[in-house]
């Protein structure tokens, strides 16, 4: 199996600019760059499999959606869901695809619309957390909000967003296909954190108006194929305590204990950094001996390697 599985989950940072031009060929453009430091990692042995968020697209595919209404009918969440899974994973076809060509590897690279099951009566459904769409200033989110009846709120310190349910899956529908898949190629699944699903009383599915967080989705992916890394890709190079602080820590190696002392603590964003530790935790938990690294996308062959990142293990 190489040198070892990582699941890679790849933050919006990695998709397009943060305040760059939010159109197809911008991301496109982005996500090429992203694409040759993830092929630096394969060549390194490693076998990948991918996972990316999608709250910039999804809330632009919803506010399109609904601008259009008067012309065509709105699409629900979920299939909204669907469409941004469709077309970030062809950017990011696109991009493996050139990248291991330039290093004359052939690697297949294939997109999978995948649905994740969450529970009907999970929390997340009362107390929407997860941002999805473009940032706005303080009294424009207001607008919105008491225009649309939108839940709006402030995202790490960066603008105010839109944010909606982020209910935490348990299952992961087209599992079977992934690891049949794997084997031999690049796979890119659970794309902006999966399409929410919730099984009826007849075993049937059925969509939610939800986003789950690309951390979490990548977590239990991870621990589905029994990856040895869960590695999640983000702005910065390290977690810290005391973020944007005159006395802000960064994180190297933290147990889990540690890391669940920081929660309480207050120390990790909502929407930002904490469902990033908090999948971690989880990873670290259910797979002792084993360890997730958060850093960002241009460090991610120096912390594979130790060098840098926040590690978390269970001990």
């Known amino acids: 199996m190489a040198n070892g599985r990582i699941v890679i989950a790849l933050g919006g940072n990695a998709l397009q600019e943060a305040k ?5 060929e911008a991301q496109l453009a982005v996500v090429k760059k992203t694409c040759g ?56 076809q696109q991009g493996m695809r050139e990248a291991l060509k330039a290093h004359g590897m052939s690697t297949p690279v294939v997109t999978l619309v995948t649905q994740l099951v969450v529970p009907s009566d999970d929390p997340g459904f009362k107390n929407p957390t997860k941002p999805i769409g473009p940032f706005y200033q303080e009294a424009e989110a207001k607008a919105i909000a008491a225009e649309k009846g939108y839940a709006m709120k402030e995202d790490a310190g960066r603008g105010w967003r839109r944010v909606v349910a982020s209910p935490v899956p348990t299952k992961i529908v087209e599992i079977d296909s992934v690891r049949k898949l794997m084997k031999d190629t690049v796979v890119i699944t ?126």
């Open 20 to 24: 760059g031009a939010a159109t197809a």
């Open 37 to 92: 430091y993830i092929c630096d990692i394969v060549k390194k042995d490693y076998e990948i499999t991918i996972v990316h968020g999608n709250g910039p697209q999804v809330g632009r595919i919803l506010l399109a959606s609904e601008t259009a209404k008067d012309v065509t009918p709105a699409m629900p969440f979920d299939v909204c869901g669907a469409m941004s899974q469709g077309y970030i994973g062809y950017h990011i």
């Open 190 to 315: 659970c794309g902006g954190g999966g399409i929410p699903v919730i099984e009826t009383a007849d075993g049937n599915l059925e969509g939610v108006a939800a986003v789950i967080d690309k951390d979490f989705a990548a977590e239990l992916l991870a621990e589905e194929i029994q990856a040895d890394a869960l590695m999640i890709l983000t702005e910065v190079e390290k977690a810290a305590i005391n973020y944007n602080k005159p006395d802000q820590k960064d994180l190297d190696h933290i147990t889990v204990a540690e890391a669940e002392k920081y929660i309480e603590e207050g120390h990790f964003a909502p929407g930002s950094m904490l469902p990033k530790i908090k999948a971690a935790i989880k990873f670290a938990k259910a797979n002792p001996g084993k360890k997730a690294i958060i850093t960002s996308l241009y460090k991610a062959v120096d912390a594979i390697e130790g060098k840098t990142g926040t590690v978390v293990t269970l001990d």
